[in-house]
């Protein structure tokens, strides 16, 4: 039982270097969402993409871009990485949006 | 809009103490409320739910009662286990858009059970 699957689980940058991180789902659902994830911050929303062909800005959209490339996946995007980025990002699911969600493992992405 | 604030941790317990963490909500209508859990290294997963007032969600001896009273949704454990360290997170959805529903988290709160 995969659920959703992020890659990679760790990633190093330098500023201003570029890089995707991938997300895909086998559940079927219709919407994804990315987070980060920061001490005494919480969860906060990037981007997010009620069903396939839409994606709308979260909380904290500025420095990041977002591709649904099909129903299973959710890519995001850091065009020129700053150290402010630095954080963990988590990938979910949900079957629609507002209901129940499915997180991934996590990428903990360092930019230095 | 719909928010939740949730207990401020760290919680330290011992192993078979009883457990409560606090969550308050803010909301138009009755959304689903949730709870979720992290442990260490993971991602988030879900604990319990309750999809309407006076529900009881329960799960691996978590409780928790939607009550609109006193627009509370604590979570409960008679119990706990040092397995049980983790960080739990209270959520509700929320529109943000048109009619796009999104779930907001509290802050989280870690707990952490000594043997």
């Known amino acids: 039982n995969a659920g959703v699957t992020q890659t990679p689980k760790f990633q190093v940058l330098k500023t201003g270097q570029s890089m995707t991180l991938q997300c895909a789902q086998d559940?079927?659902?219709?919407?994804m969402y990315w987070y980060r994830q920061d001490p005494g911050m919480g969860l906060r929303l990037i981007y997010y993409?009620?069903?396939?062909?839409?994606?709308d800005k979260g909380e904290v959209p500025n420095g990041y871009n977002v591709s649904r490339l099909n129903k299973r996946e959710f890519s995001l995007r850091l065009e020129s990485a700053a150290p402010s980025q630095t954080s963990v990002y988590f990938c979910?699911?949900?079957?629609?949006?507002?209901?129940?969600?499915?997180f991934g493992q996590g990428t903990r992405l360092t930019v230095v | 809009g719909n928010s939740v604030t949730q207990m401020e941790g760290p919680v330290t317990l011992s192993e078979e103490a009883f457990l409560t963490i606090n969550c308050t909500y803010t909301?138009?209508?009755?959304?689903?409320l949730f709870w979720y859990v992290q442990y260490p290294g993971e991602g988030l997963q879900l604990l319990l739910k309750?999809?309407?007032?006076?529900d009881k969600g329960s799960n691996k001896g978590f409780e928790a009662t939607y009550r609109k009273e006193t627009t509370s949704f604590h979570l409960e454990k008679g119990s706990v286990q040092v397995s049980d360290s983790a960080v739990y997170f209270c959520?509700?959805?929320?529109?943000?858009?048109?009619?796009?529903?999104?779930?907001?988290f509290g802050s989280g709160t870690q707990l952490t059970v000594l043997p």
């Open positions: 979910a699911s949900s079957a629609k949006t507002g209901s129940e969600a499915f």
């Open positions: 909301a138009t209508g009755y959304p689903s």
């Open positions: 559940m079927n659902h219709n919407s």
């Open positions: 959520a509700l959805p929320y529109i943000s858009s048109g009619s796009a529903r999104q779930l907001t």
């Open positions: 309750a999809t309407k007032a006076d």
């Open positions: 993409s009620a069903s396939e062909g839409t994606t």
